[in-house]
T-cell receptor, first 116, second 113 residues
């Protein structure tokens, strides 16, 4: 069990640029989640994948954000035309489960995005 | 909508002191409740959980009891250690076809020798 890996750990970009983050979940996990965390706040849900299917998106997720999980393995989160308000820690989590969410989520250490 | 309210931090305690971190929630139905902990430089980890009223979750000396009548899930530990210094997040899952956890803002705990 190597844990959930996220890359890069830090990203600095200029306003208007596109950025892409990668998440490698624990290999046998069928569920993958993206959360966003700003300073002094708890994580906020962005989106959920079950295998390769994106089954839930938060209303917070503007159309500048897109996420994929091809083949149900790693996932990418892309932000187009970044804004300063996008500056945050982006967290990925994975789990193995069926039915309702009752199992333990395993979180990565996150990607810290700074938009200048 | 769902929400979680935690006591404001930071909290600073001496080693071996008693810890309480308050957590109250608003949710539809009968949510599952969780405490996650984030140690410096690490990802969030599940500390304990409770899935129905009056359940007590426990782990590593920490405990929390699901109180439906007061909509609370307060975290307690009888004797904290320096290694317990971390940020603690209360969270809930209310189901209803969603897969999201709703987190509180977190409470930073510092334990001094």
């Amino acid at each position: 069990d190597t844990g959930v890996s996220q890359d890069p750990r830090h990203k600095i970009t200029k306003r208007g640029q596109n950025v892409t983050f990668r998440c490698d979940p624990i290999s046998e996990h069928n569920r993958l989640y993206w959360y966003r965390q700003t300073l002094g706040q708890g994580p906020e849900f962005l989106t959920y994948f079950q295998n390769e299917a994106q089954l839930e998106k938060s209303r917070l997720l503007s159309d500048r954000f897109s996420a994929e999980r091809p083949k149900g393995s790693f996932s990418t989160l892309e932000i187009q035309r970044t804004e300063q308000g996008d500056s945050a820690m982006y967290l990925c989590a994975s789990s193995f489960g069926t039915g309702n969410l009752g199992e333990k989520l395993f979180f990565g250490s996150g990607t810290q995005l700074s938009v200048l | 909508g769902d929400s979680v309210t935690q006591m404001e931090g930071p909290v600073t305690l001496s080693e071996e002191a008693f810890l309480t971190i308050n957590c109250t929630y608003t949710a539809t139905g009968y949510p599952s409740l969780f405490w996650y902990v984030q140690y410096p430089g690490e990802g969030l980890q599940l500390l304990l959980k409770a899935t129905k009223a009056d359940d007590k979750g426990s782990n590593k000396g920490f405990e929390a009891t699901y109180r439906k009548e007061t909509t609370s899930f307060h975290l307690e530990k009888g004797s904290v250690q320096v290694s317990d210094s971390a940020v603690y997040f209360c969270a809930l899952y209310s189901g209803a076809g969603s897969y999201q956890l709703t987190f509180g803002k977190g409470t930073k705990l510092s334990v001094i020798p």
